[in-house]
């Protein structure tokens, strides 16, 4: 990704950790796999974000939570509410994702970590061999 990919990739999320773009891999006609970090309150959580060729969200996955609370993330209905979210959805914590009493950090920075990664399907993988044009 270029300096101004990253700009727009940071405006259009909110998250300011670096992306790795290594850590996005294309799966045979079935879409991409990415893992991505974000950080909760005070630790990273790793989580991975299967898209479909469409750049639609097929499953989310928190592979590592370290914070002490908020471990409520983890719960299958609060991930499911992410599949079928495209780059053109809000992805937005208590507009279209809803929120988690006592893990609002995570639930905020998880949310927008995803949106971050619809936006890289958005701007750099739609284009690729493997994406449905």
Do not use: C
Not at 56 to 78: C, D, F, K, M, P
């Amino acid at each position: 990704m270029t300096q101004e990919q990253r700009d727009a990739l940071r405006a259009r999320s909110g998250v300011y950790e670096p992306f790795q773009e290594n850590r996005v891999w294309r799966v045979e006609d079935r879409g991409f796999f990415v893992i991505d970090q974000v950080v909760g309150k005070h630790e990273l959580i790793t989580y991975a974000v299967g898209l479909n060729p469409d750049g639609s969200i097929r499953q989310i996955e928190i592979l590592e939570y370290r914070e002490t609370y908020g471990s409520e993330v983890r719960n299958a209905a609060w991930r499911q509410q992410f599949v079928g979210k495209t780059a053109a959805s809000p992805v937005k914590l208590n507009q279209d994702i809803t929120n988690i009493t006592g893990a609002t950090l995570s639930s905020k920075h998880i949310t927008d970590g995803v949106r971050r990664v619809l936006a890289v399907y958005d701007m750099a993988l739609k284009g690729l061999p493997g994406a449905k044009r």
